[in-house]
T-cell receptor, first 115, second 115 residues
């Protein structure tokens, strides 16, 4: 069975602060994929990143960065210099069986960026 | 817009009525997924299609739910004899599964309220 845990239900920071969203996963598959999605109030799930289990390199995209550590089964997401537009619910998700499975989502972290 | 589109975006129905949602995936995507999301939770997998074949169904998909994807293009999700517990957002997603991975893109969702 697969499981994704996002222990932080809600985080509130002031604009321009850095913030890290935690994600811990469980799977028995040796090949799997990890994802982050953003869900603004409009409801659409916006794809942010996909990471393969065999690629542990960290990734940076503008103000976003991701830290994948297989040893601790974690895939954390950091937003640097947060902005009000970053306010949303962020979901971490896992796809097992080498990506053949659909996604197992965490419960999400509601990020509030205050001006 | 060439993303995943869903119709209708909102539906209010009386308990016991049937409802149908339509999803048009990103063109050339071979996989199509349906998820359900309730307030404060992450999306939960319902079913998915590879082309026109329905390959997997979640235990969440009761006998009152049926999904089709004729000709491997658009898909419909029908809920018969709706119950108040069916109130949720129904998300459709699509992907192009290849040897290099499977990135799943979501539509904006269809909100269902059963009164």
């Amino acid at each position: 069975a697969q499981k994704v845990t996002q222990a932080q239900t809600e985080i509130s920071v002031v604009e321009k602060e850095d913030v890290t969203l935690d994600c811990v996963y469980e799977t028995r598959d040796t090949t799997y994929y990890l994802f982050w999605y953003k869900q603004p109030p409009s409801g659409e799930l916006v794809f942010l990143i996909r990471r393969n289990s065999f690629d542990e390199q960290n990734e940076i995209s503008g103000r976003y960065s991701w830290n994948f550590q297989k040893s601790t089964s974690s895939f954390n997401f950091t937003i640097t210099a947060s902005q009000v537009v970053d306010s949303a619910v962020y979901f971490c998700a896992l796809s097992g069986r080498g990506g053949a499975d659909g996604l197992t989502f965490g419960k999400g972290t509601h990020l509030i960026i205050q001006p | 817009d060439t993303g995943v589109s869903q119709d209708p975006r909102h539906k209010i129905t009386k308990r016991g009525q049937n409802v149908t949602f339509r999803c048009d995936p990103i063109s050339e995507h071979n996989r199509l997924y349906w998820y359900r999301q309730t307030l404060g939770q992450g999306p939960e997998f319902l079913t998915y299609f590879q082309n026109e074949a329905q390959l997997e169904k979640s235990r969440l998909l009761s006998d009152r739910f049926s999904a089709e994807r004729p000709k491997g293009s658009f898909s419909t999700l029908e809920i018969q004899r709706t119950e108040q517990g069916d109130s949720a957002m129904y998300l459709c997603a699509s992907s192009l599964a290849t040897v290099s991975g499977n990135t799943i893109y979501f539509g904006e969702g269809s909100w269902l309220t059963v009164v």
